[in-house]
């Protein structure tokens, strides 16, 4: 069985480029570069790599918080490869993203997902908030 490691990834690197191709299958016209700088102050893209090879990745983005005018730090992107899916890769994609969110900026980690489910079964809990159909926004205690 090939193993998965899980690694920040370079702004402008190789990987960089196929965390974006990835997204894109996703999301049209999804660009990773209209989030992140050298100054966004937002943590790492995070990629899993299979034999050197991204096979799916993790962003973040900083939006308004529910109900509140803060912006915060969101999970923006999480997308794992077909051929590498039902394998626990997002799950550890998320977990290990969430470690690197400062909780000294907020207290909670958001993401607006078709997938509930998936962070259901890691922790987090649903923001009653209206939403498009078949999207929910999830949130996790970061302290």
Known sequence: ???????????????????????????????????????????????????????????????????????????????VIPAWRRRGIARELIKIGTKNVPDKEQSHLYVYTNVPALYFSIGWTLVEIDTQTNQSVMSLRLK
């Open 1 to 79: 069985m090939t193993k998965v490691i899980y690694q920040p990834c370079d702004l402008g690197s190789d990987q960089w480029r196929e965390v974006n191709l990835i997204f894109q299958a996703e999301w049209n016209g999804f660009n990773l570069d209209d989030t992140y700088s050298n100054f966004s102050g937002l943590p790492p893209v995070i990629v899993a790599l299979a034999d050197g090879k991204v096979i799916g990745a993790l962003a973040f983005t900083r939006f308004k918080e529910p109900n509140i005018e803060n912006k915060v730090i969101w999970i923006n992107a999480l997308s």
